[in-house]
């Protein structure tokens, strides 16, 4: 069965803290992993993740894959209030989408 | 908890043809759903947001006679591709809040994969 987890399920942080989540993902004929910005309405895409090993950045976020051992981690370093939020990872597949359950970060100033 | 289902999984249709997509909360009352689509190798493109027994709200760009979206109950959300074509190709994928959360929590259903030829 096609599935996607991730943890921690819920992380309190103060700013400044690094915080890495983590996705594990079993997708049958994957293609792509996603991570989103969940806060209000539809979640924001942050990274999409094809091949293994190559490190996407954006600021303060970074991501990679390791279809090896088929996970993906989502780095935040100095963290701000403004980051607190769900983020939810996504396995793509041919035939699927599998979304995770989302890792709710909370940053206390 | 908090399942979310869509039905059909998949559905391969003609050009021209209407194809319905149920979104259901299968343990809980969603008071809000969501419509997505997503192209391959794409992110999630947000369609519209459908409350219960209103009129849905449609993003910029998504066509409402064409797409036309029915939330009829707390646990059932419908959307409707009309007059269907090749274009429309896409994954359609459905997520549901529950009623009542201070924070925005969105449950996903497993995409509804639509092909027309």
């Known amino acids: 069965e096609d599935k996607v987890v991730q943890s921690p399920l819920s992380l309190v942080v103060h700013e400044g803290d690094t915080v890495t989540l983590n996705c594990s993902y079993e997708?049958?004929?994957?293609?792509?992993l996603l991570w989103y910005k969940q806060e209000k309405k539809a979640p924001t895409f942050l990274f999409m993740l094809?091949?293994?090993?190559i490190e996407k950045k954006s600021g303060r976020l970074s991501s990679i894959l390791d279809k090896k051992e088929l996970s993906s981690i989502l780095n935040i370093t100095a963290t701000q209030t403004g980051d607190s939020a769900i983020y939810l990872c996504?396995?793509?597949?041919?035939?699927?989408?599998?979304f995770g359950k989302g890792t709710k970060l909370t940053v206390n100033p | 908890g908090a399942v979310v289902s869509q039905h059909p999984s998949r559905v391969i249709c003609k050009s021209g043809t209407s194809v319905k997509i149920e979104c259901r909360s299968l343990?809980?009352?969603?008071?809000?759903m969501f419509w997505y689509r997503q192209f391959p190798k794409q992110s999630l493109m947000l369609m519209a947001t459908?409350?219960?027994?209103?009129?849905?709200?449609?993003e910029q760009g998504v066509e409402k006679d064409k797409f036309l979206i029915n939330h009829a109950s707390l646990t059932l959300s419908t959307l409707t591709v009309t007059s269907a074509h090749p274009e429309d190709s896409s994954f359609y994928i459905c997520?549901?809040?529950?009623?009542?959360?201070?924070?925005?929590?969105?449950?996903f259903g497993p995409g509804t994969r639509l092909t027309v030829l």
């Open positions: 997520s549901a809040k529950r009623g009542g959360q201070a924070y925005n929590e969105q449950f």
């Open positions: 997708v049958t004929n994957f293609r792509s």
């Open positions: 094809t091949s293994s090993g």
């Open positions: 996504e396995g793509g597949g041919s035939e699927k989408l599998v």
């Open positions: 343990d809980f009352q969603a008071t809000t």
């Open positions: 459908s409350n219960e027994g209103s009129k849905a709200t449609y």
